[in-house]
């Protein structure tokens, strides 16, 4: 349908999982598509399997001030505007009772994955302001929306990920930029393989399997379950939504 066509996305957390799946998803509906991630490496697997020359790669840390302008400047350099900013890169955390959390593991889960889309919506806000147009799509969960035991890190990142997209959305509308969030449920990545081991060390399948079971639809979803969101968002078929939270999550924000 080309329903981004001649338009600009930049995805950060992009080598991989949800990110990677969007990437693929946008450049099919006509997209150019500017991938940030951590490693160099992963980037360049993730532009091979992609295979187009729309695609620009920025290895660059969230959580660094530089390195989030930088990955800002080099997209504009490279394809002149930014109409589409999926602020997706995150991290898990440990898994521990609150009690028993590290402060410094608290603090790279805050900074990754708060100090990150704060940084990104900072920098990449002045750019759609200027255009008088844009969308942006804040990654949290549906733990940005309920409590789970042992990793509160994470749970409080993602609930502060919902005040960052209120926040935003109400400074950008005058400007015609819109701010959303999207909430997922335990999705078939890297990252929910970590939890479940994480959960029960050598159990990750039956751990799977009970959480499974706690979603309405009876299953984990899948990244493509994920990016068909992220594209309705990120359309014109969304324009007069923004400051909202998105749950795609089989049901389990209805339990």
């Given amino acids: 349908m080309q329903r981004l066509k001649d338009k600009t996305a930049l995805i950060t957390g992009g080598a991989a999982g949800i990110g990677l799946e969007t990437a ?25 399997t992609l295979g187009s020359s729309d695609v620009l790669t920025v290895a660059a840390d969230v959580s660094s001030p530089e390195d989030t302008a930088r990955y800002v400047r080099e997209t504009v ?11 997706n890169a995150g991290i898990e955390g440990k898994v521990a009772p609150l009690t028993e959390q590290k402060i410094e593991d608290f603090d790279r889960v805050i900074a990754v994955n708060v100090r990150g889309p704060f940084l ?19 990654m949290s969960s549906i733990a940005g929306l309920k409590g789970s035991p042992n990793v509160a890190p994470y749970i409080t990142s993602k609930h502060a990920v919902v005040g960052l997209t ?13 701010v959303n969030s999207i909430h997922p449920s335990p999705v078939n990545t890297r990252m929910m393989r970590s939890l479940e081991d ?13 959480l499974a079971s706690t979603i309405p639809l009876g ?18 078929e969304s324009a007069f939504i923004t400051g909202a939270q998105y749950p795609v999550d089989g049901g389990m924000a209805a339990t």
Wanted: glycine share 8%; charged share 25%; aromatic share 8%.
């Fill in 219 to 236: 299953r984990y979803g899948e990244s493509s379950d994920i990016a068909n969101l992220v594209l309705f968002l990120a359309s014109d």
């Fill in 198 to 210: 994480g959960f029960s060390p050598g159990h990750g399948e039956e751990i799977k399997n009970q």
């Fill in 24 to 48: 693929r998803l946008f450049l099919a509906e006509g997209a150019r598509v500017a991938l940030v991630d951590l490693r160099e490496e992963d980037l360049k697997t993730a532009a091979e």
């Fill in 77 to 87: 350099e490279r394809f002149g505007r930014i109409d589409i900013f999926f602020n």
């Fill in 166 to 178: 209120r926040a935003a959305s109400v400074e950008a509308a005058s400007a015609n930029v819109r």
């Fill in 120 to 138: 990104g919506l900072q920098n990449v806000l002045p750019v759609m302001i200027e255009q008088k147009s844009g969308s942006i799509i804040n």
